[in-house]
């Protein structure tokens, strides 16, 4: 596959910005909410992805120049970041992340009203760290270096938004989802894509070694 392609981009961003891990938290926010209010979280969740993943597309590699850091040495970061992140997920045990009690309609929730709160916690933690984090950002600098270079970056765009409708449309579903994969296939499905992490992180840091092995043979 093209490492510039439509399809590279956004199952490279679908393994690492997936929102699995946003769905125990998200529930147990909405649960016992009226429909209308739900919809309303998801899009602002939703919004706050897209902003950020585009932010970080446009001026991540400005960032970098401005820093003076350069793209092979942000790749070793950004890809042991993604190879710890992959790790993680790898470990992690899916009952502590989704409660299946919070998708349970005989368990009512209490609430204190308090809507700007509760709109708040779309964006923190639902929205970031929990569905797009440090290492979704990292990815996302590095694939608009690589798109930029390559004139690819309307590809990187539309992969961003794919990525968020494809996580508007688990947020709006999340209940059917935990019902029927239940915890054992969110564990198996985390894991999965905790490998794919770890190999795109391991990929990274692939690349920025041999660009600085190039530089010093060249030199």
Excluded: W
Excluded at 18 to 30: D, E, I, P, W
Excluded at 131 to 144: N, Y
Aim: net charge neutral; glycine share 10%; proline share 2%.
């Amino acid at each position: 596959m093209d490492h510039t392609s439509f399809q590279h981009y956004l199952f490279g961003l679908l393994a690492i910005g997936n929102n699995v891990s946003a769905l125990g938290v998200f529930l147990s926010h909405t649960k016992g909410l009226p429909q209308e209010k739900v919809r309303r979280i998801i899009l602002i969740t939703s919004g706050a992805c897209l902003g950020m993943l585009l932010m970080f597309m446009l001026v991540g590699p400005a960032i970098l120049d401005f820093f003076g850091i350069s793209i092979s040495s942000f790749q070793i970061a950004g890809g042991l970041l993604l190879g710890g992140v992959g790790l993680d997920m790898m470990k992690t045990r899916q009952t502590d992340d989704v409660d299946l009690k919070a998708v349970d309609p005989s368990r009512a929730l209490q609430r204190s009203g308090d809507d700007a709160h509760l709109y708040a916690s779309a964006v923190v933690p639902i929205a970031i760290p929990l569905t797009v984090g440090a290492g979704t950002f990292s990815a996302v600098i590095l694939f608009a270096d690589l798109a930029e270079r390559s004139g690819a970056s309307i590809n990187l765009f539309a992969a961003i938004v794919a990525l968020v409708l494809v996580n508007h449309l688990v947020f709006n579903f999340s209940v059917r989802i935990v019902r029927y994969a239940g915890e054992v296939g969110l564990s198996v499905f985390t894991k999965i894509m905790g490998l794919f992490t770890l190999a795109i992180g391991v990929e990274f840091i692939v690349r920025g070694l041999s660009t600085i092995y190039r530089q010093l043979h060249s030199g």
